[in-house]
């Protein structure tokens, strides 16, 4: 009696252990919020696995054990094993051999519109004389191809003319976030104008110990992007997350019935833009790309997305995007795409400002270790009351405006 009354609870406890585990793996990666927006196969594969790996478990513990039964029980426990194995996978939809991400092309804005002391520049300028200027010693800029109008604003305001024309290294750069990075961490650039850093990127810079020293000098709103005909203009920040975890794959799912699959692009890794989709998404794993019934692979996911973004197929432009507000309303804008609304509030100055548009981030002044020197006093600058004005004047949100 004991023996039996021993082997019941062991099989309780294995069973709800079993339950317990998918409950807390489905709820960390949130398919219980999602409610029913799943509606593909690819985002409905952790939950089959889930529910596969407590049947497994649960038959394993509860059938009656004997010589006969082994096929079914080894069976049962290599699908249990298999469901555990293939999750993390699962998660991703990572299941293609051939990646729909195409390499970074050439297409962006023209910077030399924003080269600083050049002839008809579309550089902001201050009102009056800067405060601060620099005759020599110049530090050397770099950063995400978005903020090279503000830094290069800042050069041209701080650096002398002349200086800056003899200058041996020449003091502003463009490499883009990825590049830029590389660089500070090296030790080649003083300071480096990005959005936050991706974790990838992180870690190289602890592992070449590189102390990086992050100071947020502004605001961006980071907004989602579609085709101008695309009847959605708003997405909540569910939807969003949904999307890009891989739950929602049809337009259909978000009230555009006619709208077919979600052309969901993404940008490359290390990208500003990508590093503010994983920090939106957060712990959530973002789905790698899947394949796209569309006619031509050029179409998917490249450094040319806010041009990709207004793409028709088959009578209607189904494709989403995400950047910067800057970037894709004034630096690289596209008449054919519009900004879609968050949870009810476009991406506005005023929004930005009294913090009702849900994605606002800093962008950061880094430098490789602690300020010092004339790179200290351009920072400090920067946070004044000029520095702030430039990038407002810009087209970014400056710290003090904030409410």
């Known amino acids: 009696m004991a023996k039996k009354l021993a082997i019941l609870i062991l099989r309780i406890i294995v069973t709800a252990a079993a339950v317990v585990a998918a409950v807390v793996v489905l709820y960390r990666f ?32 509860w059938m009656k054990h004997s010589k006969r039964r082994i096929p079914v029980a080894a069976t049962l426990a290599v699908m249990a094993v298999l469901s555990a194995a293939l999750y993390p996978t699962a998660l991703t939809g990572n299941w293609w051999i051939h990646s729909s991400t195409r390499a970074e092309s050439d297409a962006g804005p023209d910077l030399t519109l924003y080269a600083p002391f050049s002839e008809n520049s579309k550089l902001a300028r201050l009102d009056g004389q800067s405060t601060l200027k620099f005759e020599g010693d110049l530090p050397v800029l770099d950063g995400a191809t978005a903020l090279y109008p503000v830094y ?112 969901a692009y993404q940008r490359p890794e290390g990208s500003g833009s990508q590093t503010g989709l994983q920090s939106l ?38 494709a989403l995007g995400y950047s910067y507000r800057y970037y894709a309303t004034t630096m690289y804008a596209n008449l054919d795409a519009k900004l879609l609304s968050t949870d009810g509030f476009a ?20 430098t490789l270790g602690k300020p010092t020197g004339n790179v200290k006093l351009l920072i400090d600058w920067i946070l ?13 949100t400056g710290l003090e405006n904030m409410r």
């Open 152 to 263: 290069a604003a800042f050069a041209q305001a701080v650096y002398g003319r002349e200086a800056f024309d003899i200058a041996e290294t020449k003091p502003v750069l463009c490499t883009n976030t990825r590049g830029a990075y590389e660089a500070v961490t090296k030790g080649a650039r003083d300071i480096i104008f990005v959005a936050g850093a991706s974790d990838a990127q992180k870690a190289a810079a602890k592992a070449a110990g590189a102390e990086l020293v992050f100071t947020p000098v502004g605001l961006e709103a980071f907004v989602f992007v579609a085709g101008k005909t695309n009847p959605i203009d708003n997405l909540t920040s569910r939807q969003i997350r949904n999307i890009y975890s891989g739950k929602t794959a049809y337009w259909g799912t978000l009230g555009w019935r006619e709208g077919g699959r979600i052309v």
């Open 347 to 366: 991406p506005t100055s005023e929004n930005i400002r009294n913090g009702s548009y849900p994605f606002v981030n800093h962008f950061y002044a880094v």
């Open 30 to 61: 949130e398919f219980f919020s999602a409610g029913a927006a799943p509606d593909n196969i690819v985002g409905m594969l952790p939950v089959v696995l889930a529910v596969a790996f407590v049947g497994g478990i649960t038959a394993i513990a």
């Open 281 to 318: 998404m957060g712990n959530l794993p973002i789905q790698a790309p899947q394949p796209m019934p569309i006619p031509d692979d050029i179409l998917i996911g490249s450094n040319s997305l806010m041009a990709q973004v207004s793409m028709e197929w088959n009578g209607g432009q189904p």
């Open 384 to 396: 004044e009351a000029q520095g702030q004005e430039l990038i407002e004047k810009t087209g970014y």
